[in-house]
């Protein structure tokens, strides 16, 4: 029955790896933009990370987060409502959550890769972020705010 199982699991690994190499089965080959961890920072979108206007309509928004031990950048930002906002994050170290309550963004930050999400805020009011991923000690206070005005 060690055998077996042994057997069993081996093969179930074997077409894992082959599926994810040959498959295209990775968050890059997905299409997820990739991102060196150690040069987020010169990366323009994440020098400064915040809200960007879009240069063609006036209600489209990329905003940019740097989820980092323990705090995301911005700490805090400004939409204004009615407005479609495409979400960028990615993280400099560890994997950390970005989860922004009673929305239905709820993202990993994954160091190497560019998580994105679009939606549209259609109504006034404040949304806590937090971080959902355990990522160290000061996982607890690891927060921001959306603030639709
Ligand atoms: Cu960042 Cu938990």
């Given at each position: 029955w060690i055998t077996l199982g042994t057997s069993a699991l081996a093969l179930f690994l074997i077409i894992l790896g082959i599926s994810a190499v040959h498959g295209g089965h990775t968050p890059a080959a997905s299409g997820i933009e990739t991102i060196n961890p150690e040069h987020v920072r010169d990366d323009a979108r994440f020098k400064e990370p915040g809200l960007v206007k879009s240069k063609s309509s006036d209600h489209d928004y990329d905003l940019y987060f740097v989820a980092s031990a323990f705090m995301y950048e911005p700490g805090e930002v400004e939409i204004p409502v009615g407005s479609t906002v495409k979400v960028h994050v990615t993280s400099p170290d560890v994997v950390h959550g970005f989860q922004v309550v009673g929305t239905n963004i709820n993202m990993m930050a994954e160091p190497g890769l560019i998580s994105t999400y679009e939606m549209t805020f259609d109504e006034t009011g404040e949304h806590l972020i937090l971080c959902?991923?355990?990522?160290?000690?000061?996982h607890a206070d690891m927060t921001s705010k959306l603030i639709i005005v």
């Open positions: 959902n991923e355990y990522c160290g000690v000061g």
